[in-house]
């Protein structure tokens, strides 16, 4: 199944409802003192209900949607400012498959608001079909999250897994290390079309 977690990944992890998982994302990030690092792999999510930029988005209406980006965008402020004050490594790695989906046209969209706002994103086109990644954040060396997500094309989070594992955190590092080493570089951001590729 595309984006599924192996089997090696959940070895020995706890099962988390969606309000686990945000709870241990908590206690995770306030342990955290020098990288965390965030995997996307799926091409379409569906966003929290009541997400207003991407109810705007979806029936066209991108400056609406751009606006609400903005504004979601400031109500993570504090965020920003707890990584600069801890001087943490923060990277979100976003795995792209062509043509780009609906979805990642939102996507960029958003990202074009938050990169010039510090947040670091690496766009990359992995060595490997897309759809054998899956979605996890990495806490340092001592904790990580892996999603899961209601069955579909459409990532609709339902909760996941927390493992403290350590070969399940060093498979999960090398998976990303990986990906930034043979995975190809895109800046879509910078007026690539959503059928090439650099």
Not at 66 to 86: S, T, W, Y
Not at 132 to 143: A, C, K, M, N, P
Not at 177 to 193: F, H, N, W, Y
Request: with cysteine; charged share 25%; proline share 7%.
């Amino acid at each position: 199944m595309m984006h599924q977690p192996p089997a090696w990944a959940l070895d020995g992890s706890e099962r988390l409802t969606l309000e686990g998982f945000l709870e241990s994302f908590g206690a995770a990030w306030a342990r955290t003192e020098r990288r965390f690092l965030k995997l996307e792999c799926r091409q379409s999510y569906r966003e929290a209900d009541g997400v207003r930029s991407q109810e705007a988005f979806q029936p066209g209406d991108t400056e609406l949607a751009r606006r609400l980006l903005e504004e979601e965008a400031m109500g993570d402020q504090p965020l920003r400012d707890d990584v600069r004050a801890r001087n943490l490594e923060f990277t979100r790695v976003r795995l792209l498959s062509y043509p780009l989906t609906d979805y990642l046209h939102y996507e960029l969209i958003n990202y074009e608001v938050r990169g010039p706002l510090g947040e670091h994103i690496e766009f990359l086109v992995p060595p490997s079909p897309v759809e054998g990644y899956f979605d996890f954040l990495l806490f340092d060396s001592h904790t990580a999250l892996i999603h899961d997500y209601v069955p579909g094309p459409v990532g609709h989070q339902s909760g996941g897994w927390l493992t403290r594992h350590p070969k399940t955190l060093h498979a999960l590092a090398n998976i990303a290390t990986d990906l930034r080493a043979r995975g190809e570089r895109v800046q879509p951001l910078k007026g690539i079309s959503d059928t090439s590729r650099t």
